[in-house]
């Protein structure tokens, strides 16, 4: 399988960081099949902010979702494509994110590629602490860090170690709950608690969150949306991935403060250089902060290029009426209708 | 409000609880007449019966009679109980030990193991293994305990032998002192491991057969809100956080499906002491139930007042429990008002 993905791999351009191609996803319904994703093709490049704008239910977030092997199946299916990845981490090594194994994409997610979700109020357990939730993505994939922060050395070496490492990997059980209580060990414990705590607020800080300290003790429902939303980027960027995919980010939030987390995504994209798969139904947004922009109606992308081409010359009747929807330039009261194209 | 501070004030309120549930349970136990016929024999002449009647101040309003009984409690007598012969307060608390050490094992039976079930079949919803245990959990919630006793009892005990009946060994039993009334903690306390074995072999099946209609209702419960759960936002999230399906399951999604189990572990407990009455008669048990059936039959009030205080004080602390686990386990939850 990865043989005959590399060989596939080839045509990858050097600016590229993904690359989607002919993406199919299906989803079994009591009608029957649906063809929610029907055979897209766009690719990222490395460093920009890329647009994937439609209405709901055209099939953006089944895409977004693909790209980490987040989409259920059953019901879905992938019934073809690709979505191709350079992974900067291991040397530029690209690889096909529907062909890898669970383990394979698991050491990806959270790492190389991270996802900020729609609603902050859902994506946020309610009944762990933001410092629970934060620490997992850097217990997970950042557990060297962890040691050399907390100043202890030998990991894998001893015994001890041994049990300090599933205590950071989250792997415990009963045994090792026991064990971790043993004083000696309970002083390692302690040591690695507080250099987590201090990775936890390093990346709450990132995303301008006042008091990082006393907001990582708290749980989802005493944050604001906006705070919640913060939180949820801090635990994105918080390995410094690749790509982020950035699935309606602000649509849960009123009005000021999507300005706000507007702002911050842009600003940590350019200082770290991320690569963002932005999503939204809304065009004038889009326009502001992305550098090209694939329109997507019905499963398929219809148009796609440079954003600001595409705003003066839409081509697609599809594009052409949401720029007049979103801009209101025609008489009010009147909306923009197209023929829809009925779902096979 | 701080956990404590509730847990204080609501152990501040028990008291007041407490004496308008024996108001209640004084009220309620009234409407089966007067208690004296079980002191009464034949033999008797008016003239006795009037002297017994002023004996226990029966020959007073029934509100007086309240207070003379409320009084008597108060300084430690129950009363006096026609069916053991003994007073209350004699035999109550060892017959209570052996009712508890009952409800807890079949209690700790039906959480773990309805925890356990629920979880397994919630995350592999539709799979083989749900099917399994959905006929395990449906058959356990639609069997009468009795009938699933007296099946246990005949399979394990008159066919294959492997669980005896009763208590514990007689031999054992005299081996150990019993300062708890708990064997299973006599026998620890007591250091004697063939005691420990003998009380713990002696509690499984009636423990089971309680239990299993609690932990059919459990598994039910923790699967549909595990697979509830499971649907939810955050659990995407913590699988883009590159977090493997286990921790998924167990830190993220368990502990919140637990959020309405516990509601329902909490109304099981008053099941599993209904259910020490069927279940301590045909497992010749030696507790409050059966002394329970016997003092209903012949009228024994002074047993009847006692059990139903008693298990109402019990389910009393139960609530408070679980509404302070419940606020542990959902912090959206604002305990006080």
């Known amino acids: 399988m990865v043989q005959t993905t590399a060989s596939n791999l080839n045509n990858f351009s050097n600016h590229l960081i993904a690359s989607v191609e002919d993406l199919k996803v299906y989803f079994h319904s009591k009608e029957g099949l649906t063809h929610s994703v029907d055979g897209v093709s766009f690719d990222i490049i490395d460093g920009e902010i890329m647009g994937l704008v439609g209405e709901t239910g055209c099939g953006k977030s089944v895409t977004a979702r693909s790209f980490m092997q987040l989409v259920q199946t059953p019901p879905g299916v992938i019934a073809g494509g690709k979505i191709r990845f350079k992974s900067k981490k291991t040397g530029n090594q690209i690889v096909d994110l529907l062909s890898l194994t669970e383990n394979q994409i698991r050491e990806l997610r959270g790492e190389r590629i991270a996802m900020i979700f729609q609603d902050p109020g859902k994506a946020l357990n309610p009944g762990l602490t933001i410092r629970t939730q934060i620490a997992e993505v850097f217990q997970e994939h950042r557990e060297d860090d962890v040691f050399k922060k907390a100043k202890i050395d030998y990991v894998h070496k001893n015994f001890i170690g041994a049990i300090l490492q599933k205590y950071i990997k989250q792997r415990t059980n009963l045994i090792i709950k026991l064990m971790l209580l043993v004083p000696p060990i309970r002083a390692y414990k302690k040591k690695l608690d507080k250099a987590i705590d201090k990775l936890v607020i390093e990346a709450l800080a990132e995303t301008q969150i006042p008091n990082p300290e006393k907001v990582m003790e708290r749980y989802p429902h005493e944050l604001s949306g906006g705070m919640k939303q913060r939180v949820m980027i801090a635990q994105a960027i918080a390995c410094n991935p690749d790509l982020l995919i950035a699935d309606e980010p602000t649509t849960a939030l009123d009005v000021i403060v999507q300005a706000r987390i507007l702002e911050l995504i842009q600003e940590l994209q350019k200082r770290h250089k991320t690569s963002v798969l932005y999503i939204s139904h809304d065009l004038s947004l889009v326009r502001k902060i992305c550098d090209r922009v694939a329109v997507m109606f019905a499963g398929k992308i219809v148009e796609s290029g440079d954003s600001d081409t595409i705003f003066k010359n839409p081509v697609h009747p599809y594009t052409k009426g949401l720029i007049k929807a979103s801009f209101m330039t025609h008489e009010r009261g009147k909306l923009e209708e197209i023929e829809g194209i009925e779902a096979t | ?337």
Do not use: C
């Open chain 2, 1 to 337: 409000m701080q956990i404590r501070d509730y847990i204080i004030r609501r152990l501040m309120i028990l008291p007041f609880l407490i004496i308008g549930t024996s108001i209640i349970v004084f009220a309620l136990t009234r409407i089966g007449g007067s208690p004296i016929g079980i002191y009464l024999s034949h033999e008797m002449s008016p003239a006795e019966v009037q002297e017994m009647k002023e004996r226990f101040h029966l020959d007073k309003p029934v509100p007086i009679q309240y207070f003379y009984w409320i009084k008597g409690v108060a300084q430690g007598d129950l009363g006096w109980s026609g069916v053991a012969s003994a007073p209350v307060i004699d035999v109550f608390p060892k017959k209570f030990a052996a009712t508890m050490e009952l409800a807890i094992a079949a209690g700790i039976v039906a959480v773990s193991l309805g925890i356990a079930m629920g979880t397994f079949a919630g995350a592999r919803r539709n799979k083989f293994a749900d099917h399994v245990i959905r006929i395990i959990s449906v058959s356990g919630a639609s069997m009468p305990l009795f009938w699933f006793s007296i099946l246990l009892l005949i399979v394990f005990w008159v066919w294959l032998g492997w669980f005896p009946i009763g208590r514990s060994d007689p031999n054992l039993f005299e081996a150990i002192a019993h300062p708890t009334g708990f064997y299973t903690i006599d026998a620890l306390l007591a250091g004697n491991w063939d005691a420990f074995k003998d009380a713990v072999w002696h509690l499984i099946m009636p423990a089971v057969a309680l239990g299993y209609g609690a932990t059919a209702i459990i598994a039910r419960m923790m699967r549909s809100s595990l697979i509830e759960e499971l649907q939810e936002d955050y659990i995407d999230a913590a699988k883009a956080k590159g977090l493997p399906k286990n921790v998924v399951l167990k830190k993220h999604a368990r502990r919140n499906a637990l959020v309405p189990t516990v509601t329902v572990i909490g109304l099981t407990f008053g099941f599993l002491l209904q259910g020490t009455v069927v279940a301590e008669i045909i497992f010749r048990w030696p507790g409050l139930g059966r002394w329970m059936a016997a003092a209903v039959l012949r009228g024994d009030q002074a047993t009847i007042m006692t059990y139903v205080m008693f298990t109402s004080i019990l389910f009393l602390i139960v609530n408070l429990i679980v509404d302070v686990v419940y606020a542990n386990l959902d912090r959206r939850v604002e305990l006080g008002d």
